[in-house]
C-alpha cells in the first residue's frame, strides 16, 4: 500500500509517499514539483505512480503555492514566477540533505520531475546540479531566457514594470537556464514530454532544444516523446510513462 506523509523536511512542507512496507528502508528518492498555481497535492497521481515502482517520493509546494501562500493567490506574484523557480533551485539541496540525514537515500539515487513550472525547475535543477541521478521534464521548458521574454512581451501589466527590475530578472535566469549550458546533461537519462497543441509552454522550443542536442555525446540518455494535439494537461499515460523511465533509470545505473 502507498502512503502518503504530510510533513515539514527541515523548514519546506512535503507530500511524502512511499510504499508502507518500505516505509523504514533506506530508498531511492525521486522529486515531483507542481505546476504554477498548483500545489503539492494536485500532484498525488504523479506521485503514487513513481512510489509504486519502489522510490520515496517528495513532493514540495514551491514559494507562495499550497502550505506556503502569502498575501493572496499564487497569480498575484506573477512578477516572481522566475524567482519562485530559482528559490525551489536553491532550496533543493537542503531538502535532500534532510532525507539523506534521516531515511538516507539508496545507491545515492536522487531523480526530479514536475509539470509546467515544475517541469522548467526540473531543467534548472539539472543545470545546477550534476549530483542529481536523472530527470523527467514533462511539458517545461529548458529555455528559461527565452521563455521569459516571450512571456514579457504578451504581459501589458510588465509596461509598469521598471526595466532595470525586468532586466536583473534575466540576468539572474542565464546561470539556471539548461539551454546556455546544455552539456550539463553530461550523459545523464534525461526524458522530455510535451504535446504539439501545448498553448500555455510552447511544444516548438522544447523540441528545437532537443533536436539541437540529441547528436551530441553528453545527451545520448536524452529522450524525447511527442504527443500529437495534446494540450497544457498530462495525462495518465504520460505519468505511467514517467514513472516507469525512473524505474528504467534506477535499473541501469
Known amino acids: 500500500m502507498i502512503e502518503v506523509a504530510c510533513k515539514h523536511a527541515g523548514e519546506y512542507p512535503v ?30 497521481t504523479q506521485g503514487y505512480e513513481i512510489a509504486k515502482r519502489g522510490f520515496r517520493v517528495i513532493m514540495p509546494d514551491a ?4 502550505e506556503r501562500m502569502v498575501g493572496g493567490p ?3 506574484h506573477f512578477l516572481e514566477f522566475w524567482q519562485i523557480i530559482a528559490d525551489s533551485v536553491a532550496e533543493f539541496p537542503k531538502i535532500v540533505d534532510y532525507y ?14 514536475g509539470l509546467s ?13 550534476d549530483w542529481i541521478s536523472s530527470a523527467v521534464c514533462l511539458m517545461g521548458s529548458p529555455c528559461p531566457v527565452e521563455f521569459a521574454k516571450k512571456l514579457i512581451a504578451s504581459m501589458p501589466e510588465v509596461k509598469n514594470v521598471p526595466q532595470q527590475y525586468v532586466d ?3 540576468q539572474a ?4 537556464d539548461l539551454s546556455l549550458a546544455p552539456e550539463k546533461i553530461a550523459a545523464r537519462p534525461f526524458h522530455f514530454w510535451h504535446g504539439t497543441a501545448d498553448q500555455i509552454v510552447p511544444y516548438k522550443p522544447t523540441k528545437a532544444f532537443y533536436d539541437r542536442i540529441k547528436d551530441e555525446d553528453y545527451a545520448q540518455k536524452t529522450t524525447f516523446t511527442t ?11 504520460t505519468t505511467v510513462e514517467m514513472a516507469e523511465k525512473f524505474a528504467e533509470y534506477y535499473e541501469n545505473r
Open 63 to 66: 514559494q507562495y503555492h499550497g
Open 227 to 237: 504527443t500529437e494535439k495534446a494540450v497544457h494537461k498530462v495525462s495518465y499515460e
Open 173 to 176: 535566469l542565464r546561470a539556471i
Open 168 to 170: 536583473s530578472q534575466l
Open 117 to 129: 513550472m515544475g517541469g522548467i525547475t526540473t531543467c534548472a535543477l539539472m543545470a545546477s546540479y
Open 100 to 113: 539523506e540525514e534521516t531515511t538516507g537515500i539508496k545507491d545515492d539515487f536522487v531523480g526530479v520531475s
Open 74 to 76: 499564487a497569480k498575484t
Open 15 to 44: 507530500l511524502e509517499l512511499n510504499d508502507s512496507n518500505l516505509r523504514d528502508e533506506s530508498l531511492p528518492l525521486a522529486f515531483f514539483y507542481h505546476g504554477w498555481e498548483g500545489c503539492k497535492e494536485k500532484v498525488l
